[in-house]
């Protein structure tokens, strides 16, 4: 018996000394190039835009930046590279950008069947649609005859027409290979209403939309639609850094890890789930080619995921979008970390 438990230790100390694992092509080719090339939308408040001196900021900005943050050390060390519906997911595929990381709903078939692979979640929301408030409309039931913008190539038309033609509500779409020019086909009166992600047009309507108050974005959401960064199929250690460096930013919130206080809390910390997390208990970081402290980076360049959040959509922002379901568990929310062992 005594002998079993000698064993059983020793394979516990093994899987906790796990040497370091060795890099994939992706991080090979990161750290060659000394960049992470991030692909975004480019064009929506809240998640990736350019601000009045070209510096990228949005949810989504700050993923990619964690990212470097962990694989190179410094934040800013991203090309971001502005992707279209159209061209997200071959541009991943084909290498030409490392992580996609642009309002994206997981779907099916796009974890799939496109050579693709979802890390996570980082942003749920759902379907709405918006209309001036001059058209009396309040609901989608009376978008009856209604010509509608949309992106090409997203999901949110598609619902919004399953909605109206189980309603026997004829419709005509008019689509857009951009947001930012659907959003100006709708100003010019090309269209009754806009469709896309309900939190998409409620950053739209704040931020990039004349007189506010003359539109109206509908109370209903049609779908439930996760956003979530993703990777190119075929790279298991580059999807392990990419899942896990998400998982972080939501952990770190879950547990009072700060920018101001993360550095601190590794140093004191006495609860050895955290002390995992921030790299001085185990070789987690080991384990994914990193160093030890690659948590405590991340949260250091970004912050928590509460704190990004609060940075893009809080109430300190134009958009001030309530968190709702993007809180974490314990605040009811659906976001949780996970086990860090």
């Known amino acids: 018996m005594r002998r079993f438990f000698t064993l059983v230790a020793a394979a516990i100390g093994l899987a906790v000394a796990a040497p370091a694992a060795e890099a994939g092509p992706v991080l090979d080719r990161i750290r060659a190039n000394n960049t992470l090339r991030c692909g975004v939308g480019g064009s929506l408040a809240g998640f990736s835009l350019p601000d ?3 510096e990228w900021r949005g949810l989504d900005v700050d993923y990619c930046r964690a990212l470097a943050a962990a694989v190179l050390g410094d934040p800013r060390r991203v090309t971001f590279v502005p992707v279209t519906l159209q061209t997200r997911f071959t541009a991943l595929s084909s290498g030409e950008v490392d ?18 692979v979802f890390v996570g979640v980082n ?23 209604a010509t509608i913008c ?12 399953d909605f109206l033609r189980a309603r026997n509500k004829p419709f ?11 959003l100006e086909a709708f100003f010019a009166g090309r269209c009754d209403a806009v469709t896309a992600g309900a939190a998409d047009l409620a950053a739209a309507v704040s931020v990039q939309v004349p007189n506010p108050q ?19 199929r075929g790279d298991m250690e580059w999807f392990s ?23 601190d809390q590794a140093r004191t910390a006495t609860d050895p789930a955290l002390k995992r997390l921030l790299g001085t208990e185990d070789n987690l970081g080991g384990m994914l080619g990193l160093p030890r402290d690659w948590v405590v980076r991340v949260i250091e360049a970004v912050g928590n995921y509460g ?26 929310g659906l976001h949780y970390g996970l086990p860090f062992r």
């Open 99 to 116: 992580v996609l990381a642009r309002d994206t709903v997981m779907t099916f078939s796009r974890d799939v069947n496109l050579g693709i």
């Open 214 to 232: 003359d539109f109206l974005v509908l109370p209903e959401v049609l779908s439930r639609d996760p956003y979530g960064p993703s990777v190119a």
């Open 172 to 182: 005509t779409p008019l689509t857009f290979d951009r947001f930012a020019i659907v």
């Open 52 to 54: 009045s001196r070209g």
């Open 241 to 263: 850094i990419a899942r896990w460096t998400l998982a972080a930013l939501v952990e770190a919130e879950e547990r009072g890890v700060t920018r101001a206080n993360a550095r």
């Open 307 to 332: 704190e990004i959040y609060d940075r893009n959509f809080g109430p300190e922002t134009p958009i001030n979008l309530h968190r709702g379901q993007n809180n974490v568990v314990s605040r009811g």
């Open 150 to 161: 949309a992106s090409q190539g997203g999901s949110n038309l598609p619902e919004v027409g």
């Open 123 to 145: 942003f749920y929301t759902g379907t709405g649609v918006m209309v001036r408030r001059a058209s009396g409309v309040t609901r989608m039931e009376q978008l009856d005859g």
